[in-house]
């Protein structure tokens, strides 16, 4: 694949665990294992391909409105996979960032996973990956706002100069270019509240996959619809322009 076809920064839509494990006759949870499971493929598949940066939908804003024991079973498998992986992802140059709000709702053990997987990767420049979690994209633009005004009292911001770059620099994603490429699984085709500010000129591609059969091989395949594509950003096409 060309280099130039592919996209910098990727965002994944993780959805359709609890389908894919209703079809089996299991329980939700087990769906989201597998789809836990699934996580490691892709990341390291992006790797592969020189992908700047990686956003993954882990848990949004909305999602403490489930039953208890899902929450929680969600909870237990993203320490599990930092856990497990987190060497692995260090050893590969991964940093891992976290996208959304920290909870006490995510429990004592999680918190600690959660900031030593942080701190251990903070300086590793091979790939982002970002987990999203506790994450509303309306939640981080109001977030964002009330930074810039806190850092605008104290002086260390200029308001009047405030552009959308300076909004940008204000979100989560912070130093990661725009997703050129978002990817929702399992027939969906919404954004469910994710990164609403950063998704302006972003390329979709629904896929009608569950998350846990999610392949490498069905990210290649996004990928060269991705490369198929003209991006004009409100231009004109090069052909167009004579
Ligand atoms: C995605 O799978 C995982 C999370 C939202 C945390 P779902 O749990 O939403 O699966 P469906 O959409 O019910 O099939
Ligand atoms: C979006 O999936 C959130 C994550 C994948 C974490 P949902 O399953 O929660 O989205 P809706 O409810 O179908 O919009
Ligand atoms: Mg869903």
Redesign the pocket.
């Known amino acids: 694949m060309e280099q130039q076809a592919l996209p910098r920064h990727i965002a994944f839509?993780?959805?359709g665990n609890g389908r894919w494990a209703k079809k089996r006759g299991l329980p939700r949870t087990a769906g989201h294992r597998a789809g836990t499971q699934n996580v490691m493929k892709i990341v390291e598949h992006c790797g592969d391909l020189g992908i700047e940066c990686v956003t993954f939908?882990?848990?949004?804003t909305?999602?403490w409105s489930r039953p208890a024991a899902e929450v929680n079973a969600l909870m237990s498998l993203l320490g599990e996979f930092l856990e497990k992986n987190l060497m692995r992802l260090h050893t590969n140059g991964v940093r891992i960032r976290i996208l959304g709000e920290a909870s006490p709702r995510f429990g004592e053990a999680l918190t600690a996973t959660l900031h030593s997987a942080v701190e251990l990767t903070k300086n590793n420049t091979k790939m982002i990956l970002n987990v999203?979690l506790n994450y509303g994209g309306r939640a981080e633009i109001v977030r964002a706002f009330k930074a810039m005004h806190a850092d605008a009292e104290a002086g260390k911001l200029d308001f009047d100069a405030v552009d959308e770059k300076t909004v940008q620099d204000y979100l989560y994603t912070a130093g990661c270019p725009e997703p050129d490429l978002l990817i929702r699984t399992s027939g969906?085709q919404?954004i469910?509240n994710?990164l609403l500010y950063q998704l302006a000129y972003t390329e979709f591609v629904f896929t009608p996959v569950s998350w846990p059969d999610f392949t490498p091989e069905r990210l290649d395949e996004a990928l060269r619809d991705f490369a198929s594509r003209s991006r004009r950003f409100g231009g004109l096409d090069k052909e167009s322009k004579c």
């Open positions: 839509i993780m959805d939908y882990a848990f949004s909305e999602n999203a969906e919404r469910s994710f």
